[in-house]
């Protein structure tokens, strides 16, 4: 899928958002490694997660070369829930609103119908992450709350700041839209067709 849109500014560079293969993981890996403070794994893994978790995955490309990752899965104990792993933007493709539109283009995916929730891990100061998953949990009417999780002395022997557990409940939000569309009356039908 390909974005061409432009605004009154600015136009938005050609950026295409698709689903990983297995030959995206070194070039996954490579991206990772150019987004301190991320986490690096090994390339394996990366390798893996194109490979078995392309469904719950999107990496964005442009010219060829990838500049965008959000990774993640859907714990077996929480068929509801979306776990994002990391989000990374490559340094040249930032200011450009591209975590945003990989994170809706993939929780808008078909094979994620059945998912309510998003879950992920931020640390207190990671500013970006906050901004990001807040404001997708505005746009889309979700409840987002937070609790430590993963924590600085119990997991993590000083090492790692705390992380906190992110849950941004859509159920709500889709309860009420399922609800307005059932009372919407039939002339209200007729004009939504006519428009």
């Given at each position: 899928m390909s974005d061409t849109s432009t605004t009154p500014k600015t136009r938005r560079p050609n950026v295409r958002l698709r689903k990983p293969t297995v030959e995206d993981g070194s070039d996954v890996w490579e991206l990772i490694s150019t987004c301190k403070p991320l986490d690096e794994n090994s390339m394996y893994f990366n390798l893996i997660q194109c490979d078995h978790f392309a469904d719950t995955c999107i990496l964005a490309e442009r010219e060829g070369q990838i500049v965008g990752w959000i990774s993640g899965h859907i714990p077996p104990e929480k068929p509801d829930a979306l776990f994002v792993w990391q989000v990374a933007v490559s340094p040249e493709a930032r200011g450009l609103g591209l975590a945003?539109?990989?994170l809706r283009a993939l929780f808008d995916r078909p094979e994620l119908a059945e998912v309510t929730r998003i879950e992920t891990t931020i640390t207190?100061?990671?500013k970006p992450s906050w901004a990001l998953f807040r404001a997708f949990a505005?746009?889309?009417?979700?409840?987002l709350t937070h609790a430590p999780h993963f924590e600085r002395g119990a997991h993590f022997d000083g090492a790692h700041a705390t992380e906190y557990l992110v849950n941004i409940d859509f159920s709500e939000a889709a309860q009420r839209s399922v609800q307005a569309s059932a009372h919407a009356s039939p002339q209200d039908h007729s004009q939504q067709h006519a428009a």
């Amino acid at each position: 899928m390909s974005d061409t849109s432009t605004t009154p500014k600015t136009r938005r560079p050609n950026v295409r958002l698709r689903k990983p293969t297995v030959e995206d993981g070194s070039d996954v890996w490579e991206l990772i490694s150019t987004c301190k403070p991320l986490d690096e794994n090994s390339m394996y893994f990366n390798l893996i997660q194109c490979d078995h978790f392309a469904d719950t995955c999107i990496l964005a490309e442009r010219e060829g070369q990838i500049v965008g990752w959000i990774s993640g899965h859907i714990p077996p104990e929480k068929p509801d829930a979306l776990f994002v792993w990391q989000v990374a933007v490559s340094p040249e493709a930032r200011g450009l609103g591209l975590a945003g539109r990989m994170l809706r283009a993939l929780f808008d995916r078909p094979e994620l119908a059945e998912v309510t929730r998003i879950e992920t891990t931020i640390t207190r100061d990671n500013k970006p992450s906050w901004a990001l998953f807040r404001a997708f949990a505005n746009k889309r009417g979700g409840t987002l709350t937070h609790a430590p999780h993963f924590e600085r002395g119990a997991h993590f022997d000083g090492a790692h700041a705390t992380e906190y557990l992110v849950n941004i409940d859509f159920s709500e939000a889709a309860q009420r839209s399922v609800q307005a569309s059932a009372h919407a009356s039939p002339q209200d039908h007729s004009q939504q067709h006519a428009a």
